[in-house]
């Protein structure tokens, strides 16, 4: 864990590679950077964001926009709310060394519907989170319905 830093002993913890990114070399917890400022444990990437741009919004949650998770660069770092921030993360994929890689979005869903505006929901799994085509579970809910009411008829 690193102890308490000040605006310039930050950048003694940070590396600017041949990318575009300032990465984090100092203590980390799941991926992310960590700093100690007075006593108490925060993300490296926030304590950069706050120190230049200002406290992050409520509701809002940092975006990385490179998807490295160690990088500290500003504006590298985006403040949204978490549907956007999961929408904006499901157009990445995982590759090695924990970077991520930009994907062509998905304009449709494996039946065709489009996948624009309100035609999508983000939905929670145990593997994480995936962007869903609101038709298609519509649709699936109408036959739920249907097979349903026909159990219920024949039961009575």
Not at 9 to 21: G, Y
Not at 46 to 52: L, R, S, V
Not at 110 to 121: Q, R
Request: with cysteine; glycine share 10%; aromatic share 8%.
């Amino acid at each position: 864990m690193t102890s308490d830093l000040d605006l310039r002993d930050f950048a003694q913890f940070t590396e600017v590679l041949t990318t575009p990114c300032v990465v984090w070399r100092g203590a980390t917890s799941n991926g992310y950077g960590q700093v100690r400022m007075h006593g108490k444990v925060q993300p490296a990437h926030i304590w950069a964001y706050e120190h230049t741009e200002g406290p992050v919004p409520l509701g809002r949650e940092l975006h990385h926009l490179c998807g490295n998770k160690l990088c500290v660069r500003p504006d590298h770092l985006l403040a949204e709310t978490h549907g956007d921030h999961m929408v904006r993360w499901h157009r990445f994929y995982p590759r090695k060394h924990g970077t991520r890689t930009p994907r062509a979005p998905r304009t449709h869903c494996v039946n065709g519907h489009a996948l624009a505006g309100s035609g999508t929901y983000v939905e929670g799994t145990s593997e994480g989170s995936r962007l869903r085509c609101r038709v298609c579970k519509n649709l699936r809910h109408e036959r739920y319905q249907a097979r349903r009411e026909l159990v219920e008829s024949a039961g009575h």
